[in-house]
């Protein structure tokens, strides 16, 4: 990862980085271009679990996208997907065999979207032979677009990101998340957010998992953990963190995989002190 810091960063790589840029920012332009007048409000999963004809029309375009360049890609989006935590697993185990996978989410936060609050993204991954290579997240409410390949850095408006140096808990700003599913995922978090929040400087729930990431890949959040996520929420910005100098692991401390659906990421520095204490945390919540 060594970066030129006064060179700005061009896409390389047979294209794959210009066309996830290129998709995530049409996408991103479009459902921001819709903020405030979706039509219909769907439940999924849960009372909790939204879905608008935006984030159908978001995937539309994106898989058109892709598939204009690389038609023999294989591509995974939470929309093409039934809700529910067995059946994601099962589409991603499904297509894990793809030489090339895209791994799509067309709104991350979809709550704040529909809500009006400005904390969501297009989030689009590549994945070669299961290792995602390619990671954009674009947040068109600020018209940011975070970007990583593997190996060669990550960068926000062509400058490499890296993560902060907090070397201490007590100095960190944290991040998590409540997803849909209330039985399993949100007494987990609850026990962590409860256990974490007086040893820390603040701890930030906005919404957005794949936005949260690339915040701690750009030094904003010290690290980030949530229970019960899916692989379009963190495929994009796991490798942001990564090749922003950070880690990503599961909460036993295993390297991100597409698999992995409890996430801990952070500087690196506070990743073991922030796994011992959601350890902790997990024995109070279960
Ligand atoms: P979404 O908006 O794409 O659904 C909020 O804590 C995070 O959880 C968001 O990234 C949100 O993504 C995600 N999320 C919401 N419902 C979820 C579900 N049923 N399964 C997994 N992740 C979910
Ligand atoms: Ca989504």
Same mark, same amino acid.
């Given at each position: 990862?060594?970066h030129q810091e006064n060179i700005p960063f061009t896409p390389?790589?047979?294209?794959?980085?210009?066309?996830?840029i290129?998709?995530?920012?049409?996408?991103?332009?479009?459902?921001? /271009?819709?903020?405030?007048?979706?039509?219909?409000? /769907?439940?999924?999963?849960?009372? #909790?679990?939204?879905?608008?004809?935006?984030?159908?029309? /978001?995937?539309?375009?994106?898989?058109?996208?892709?598939?204009?360049?690389?038609?023999?890609?294989?591509?995974?989006?939470?929309?093409?997907?039934?809700?529910?935590?067995?059946?994601?697993?099962?589409?991603?185990?499904?297509?894990?065999?793809?030489?090339?996978?895209?791994?799509?989410?067309?709104?991350?936060?979809?709550?704040?979207?529909?809500?009006?609050?400005?904390?969501?993204?297009?989030?689009?991954?590549?994945?070669?032979?299961?290792?995602?290579?390619?990671?954009?997240?674009?947040?068109?409410?600020?018209?940011?677009l975070f970007v990583?390949?593997?190996?060669?850095g990550a960068y926000l408006r062509g400058k490499p990101m890296?993560?902060?140096?907090?070397?201490?808990?007590?100095?960190?700003?944290?991040?998590?998340?409540?997803?849909?599913?209330?039985?399993?995922?949100?007494?987990?978090?609850?026990?962590?957010? %409860?256990?974490?929040?007086?040893?820390?400087?603040?701890?930030?729930?906005?919404?957005?998992?794949?936005?949260?990431?690339?915040?701690?890949?750009?030094?904003?959040?010290?690290?980030?953990?949530?229970?019960?996520?899916?692989?379009?929420?963190?495929?994009?910005?796991?490798?942001?963190? #990564?090749?922003?100098?950070? %880690?990503?692991?599961?909460?036993?401390?295993?390297?991100?995989?597409?698999?992995?659906?409890?996430?801990?990421?952070?500087?690196?520095?506070? #990743? %073991?002190?922030?796994? #011992?204490?959601?350890?902790?945390?997990?024995?109070?919540?279960?």
């Amino acid at each position: 990862m060594a970066h030129q810091e006064n060179i700005p960063f061009t896409p390389s790589g047979k294209s794959f980085t210009a066309v996830a840029i290129n998709t995530a920012a049409k996408a991103g332009e479009w459902i921001k /271009s819709k903020l405030g007048s979706h039509t219909t409000l /769907s439940l999924k999963y849960s009372p #909790q679990d939204l879905v608008t004809e935006v984030d159908k029309g /978001s995937e539309t375009m994106i898989r058109k996208l892709i598939l204009t360049h690389f038609p023999t890609h294989s591509i995974l989006g939470e929309e093409g997907v039934e809700p529910g935590p067995e059946a994601s697993a099962k589409a991603l185990t499904e297509m894990s065999g793809a030489e090339y996978l895209w791994i799509v989410d067309p709104i991350d936060g979809t709550t704040n979207f529909v809500h009006g609050f400005p904390f969501y993204t297009v989030s689009i991954a590549l994945a070669y032979k299961g290792e995602v290579i390619v990671g954009v997240v674009y947040d068109p409410s600020r018209d940011e677009l975070f970007v990583a390949e593997k190996g060669k850095g990550a960068y926000l408006r062509g400058k490499p990101m890296k993560v902060s140096g907090e070397a201490k808990l007590t100095d960190s700003l944290l991040a998590t998340g409540f997803p849909a599913d209330r039985e399993g995922a949100l007494p987990l978090n609850m026990a962590g957010l %409860q256990h974490l929040a007086p040893k820390v400087r603040n701890v930030r729930i906005a919404g957005s998992a794949a936005l949260h990431l690339a915040y701690v890949a750009a030094g904003r959040l010290s690290g980030f953990w949530e229970i019960g996520l899916n692989s379009w929420d963190t495929a994009a910005g796991a490798l942001l963190v #990564q090749e922003s100098g950070g %880690q990503v692991t599961d909460m036993e401390g295993n390297p991100y995989s597409l698999s992995i659906r409890d996430i801990a990421a952070s500087n690196g520095t506070i #990743q %073991q002190d922030l796994l #011992q204490e959601l350890k902790a945390a997990a024995t109070i919540g279960s």
